[in-house]
């Protein structure tokens, strides 16, 4: 114990108490800073089944997750990646990624789970809203953005698909944008 006061005398005697302080704070603030780790085996592959860039800025866990249920058929009812459907789709992936629970139906992530968004200003990760061009009131399929004017969804005619939002169909039949509340 003597031996660690006498140690400390010391070093007190070689460095002014300021410059002990400042260097014990560079020291410790340095302990936990790191780059963040990527896997880029999965981000090409993601890149490759989504066909678009994941650039550095971009969710990497949405876009590995989402590029891991391209092809998925589309099943009524379903929330697994043996068959979905759109807001089956949203849910898993909104769990998944986002660790938050989504409404099981269209209507209700629109009405319950979002606030409003137009389309200019839709941001990676928002949900998006369609009618089937009957009932205009009523959301009847949901997506998720992506970027770019992209976005992924279960399609009942070829599962889980990325499409655009400028497509003839989508442009006709878009409702709005929803971001998640708590998000």
Known sequence: MF????MCRRLHLRFPAGMLVMLLALL???CGTRAPRYDYRQLAKAAVRLDMDIDAKDNHRLYIEVADWIGTP??????????TD???FTSAIYKK???HKLKRSSEEQRTKNCRKVAKRNLKEGDLVFFHNGRKKRKATHVGIYLKDGRF???STSRGV??????EDYYRRCWMQG????GI
């Open 3 to 6: 031996k660690t006061i006498d």
């Open 28 to 30: 410790l603030a340095s």
């Open 74 to 83: 589309y099943r009524h009812g379903g929330t697994t990646r043996k068959g």
């Open 86 to 88: 759109c807001s089956g």
């Open 97 to 99: 990624v986002y660790h």
């Open 152 to 154: 992924v969804h279960a």
């Open 161 to 166: 698909i990325v499409s655009r939002l400028e």
């Open 178 to 181: 929803g971001r998640v509340k």
